[in-house]
């Protein structure tokens, strides 16, 4: 597959994450006046929808996720989707396997919080069937596996990853004396 599929899958995922912090995301942080009513039943929607009450009223360790989605990742986004978007930017290298490994990270507790946390009814309801768990699951997942293509994308592609030969450039022979 060529890495340009990547970096468009790339360029989506960042450029997508733009307006869904911005406005989905945030309002677990900002006070409630900053947000239009329209956004706030939104949210609200989807928590019923998908049982999710973690966007309604988040835990702490929740929020403090989304304090680093705000600090570091909202800058990086509009970066990352330039850099994808034209293609085959060394410098983006660097970032892109912190980004990875940072949201990687953070992944994998919301998922296992979903999996395996007994929520409670009130004051918002969460998953209570293996059923309405795994649909929950399934909104979180792209989140954990688009980082992780990214992660090994910097790390095996040469195109990225200067100290790996081009697949379709032969290898030059050593010279003997």
């Known amino acids: 597959m060529s890495i340009r599929v990547f970096e468009i899958l790339f360029f989506f995922y960042f450029a997508s ?3 869904i912090t911005l406005f989905i995301d945030l309002q677990a942080l900002l006070p409630g006046h900053v947000y239009p009513q329209p956004l706030k039943d939104l949210i609200r929607w989807y928590a ?4 999710d009450p ?3 009223d988040p835990p702490q360790w929740f929020k403090s996720f989304i304090f680093c989605e705000a600090l570091f990742q909202t800058p990086f986004f509009p970066v990352a989707a330039y850099a994808f978007l034209k293609g085959g930017c060394k410098w983006i290298r660097t970032p892109a396997i912190v980004y990875a490994t940072h949201v990687a990270t953070t992944l994998v507790p919301i998922l296992t919080h979903i999996l395996f946390y007994q ?3 009130k004051p918002h309801p ?3 069937t293996p059923q309405e768990r795994w649909l929950l699951f399934s909104i979180y997942v792209p989140y954990l596996l688009v980082p992780v293509l990214l992660l090994l994308t910097m790390l095996l592609s040469s195109t990225y990853n200067s100290t790996l030969k081009p697949a379709h450039t032969p ?4 010279k003997r004396n």
């Open 17 to 19: 994450h733009i307006p």
């Open 48 to 51: 019923e929808e998908f049982k």
């Open 54 to 56: 973690m966007v309604l």
């Open 119 to 121: 929520f409670p009814m």
């Open 126 to 128: 969460g998953p209570q």
């Open 171 to 174: 290898a030059k022979s050593k």
